[in-house]
T-cell receptor, first 116, second 116 residues
Framework: DTEVTQTPKHLVMGMTNKKSLKCEQH?????MYWYKQKAKKPPELMFV???????INESVPSRFSPECPNSSLLNLHLHALQPEDSALYLC???????????????FGEGSWLTVV | DQQVKQNSPSLSVQEGRISILNCDYT??????FLWYKKYPAEGPTFLIS?????DKNEDGRFTVFLNKSAKHLSLHIVPSQPGDSAVYFC???????????????FGQGTILTVHP
């Protein structure tokens, strides 16, 4: 089972709203990731969590706030977003960080976010 | 600075023939390479990977070749099937020895269309 589950699949929010994206995996993976993908572009890394601790923040604006409540869950809290933040947000996981043979990143189906 | 490049935005192939997707990289620290397949409105699906200590890895219809001296890798799909039509992303990872790293750097993607 290599499943990463993301909810909601679609989200429309206003610029003053506060919302959250949720991600769950039950593969026992200890590394979890948020990526952002705009249309016709490759995924871009936002955050990496390793053993529930934030290990990489790719200079993401503070209006995006990640949270890792436990080893299976990863949230992305959204507040005061801009229309240009509209994108597909991908959650992913791997057994640990240090991507190499035997430690592949698996992606969820993504959450489509539209900021109006 | 685009460290992973897929110079062909699209590729069209007849069913049953070979599809060859190419990827070039510039960062000599990359030591692990992956190919992902992505359908519209879905997250990337892991296909196949290769470590820098190898020059070939095969899995069913998919074979990845790595030429380290040329900093080039390619994905061969034989025989191609209409269901293979998707966007293919090449991705690379650098394992900073002793320091866990969780970052994948993606190419821009190649749209593969397999005609019946």
């Amino acid at each position: 089972d290599t499943e990463v589950t993301q909810t909601p699949k679609h989200l429309v929010m206003g610029m003053t709203n506060k919302k959250s994206l949720k991600c769950e995996q039950h593969m026992g993976h200890r590394a979890m990731y948020w990526y952002k993908q705009k249309a016709k572009k490759p995924p871009e890394l936002m955050f990496v969590y390793s053993y529930e601790k934030l290990s990489i923040n790719e200079s993401v604006p503070s209006r995006f706030s990640p949270e890792c409540p436990n080893s299976s869950l990863l949230n992305l809290h959204l507040h005061a977003l801009q229309p240009e933040d509209s994108a597909l947000y991908l959650c992913a996981s791997s057994q640990r960080t240090g991507i190499r043979s035997g430690n592949t990143i698996y992606f969820g189906e993504g959450s489509w976010l539209t900021v109006v | 600075d685009q460290q992973v490049k897929q110079n062909s935005p699209s590729l069209s192939v007849q069913e049953g023939r070979i599809s060859i997707l190419n990827c070039d990289y510039t960062n000599s620290m990359f030591d692990y390479f992956l190919w992902y397949k992505k359908y519209p409105a879905e997250g990337p699906t892991f296909l196949i990977s290769i470590s820098s200590i190898k020059d070939k890895n095969e899995d069913g219809r998919f074979t990845v070749f790595l030429n380290k001296s040329a900093k080039h890798l390619s994905l061969h799909i034989v025989p191609s099937q209409p269901g293979d039509s998707a966007v293919y992303f090449c991705a690379a990872s650098a394992y900073a020895g002793g320091t866990s790293y969780g970052k994948l750097t993606f190419g821009q993607g190649t749209i593969l269309t397999v005609h019946p």
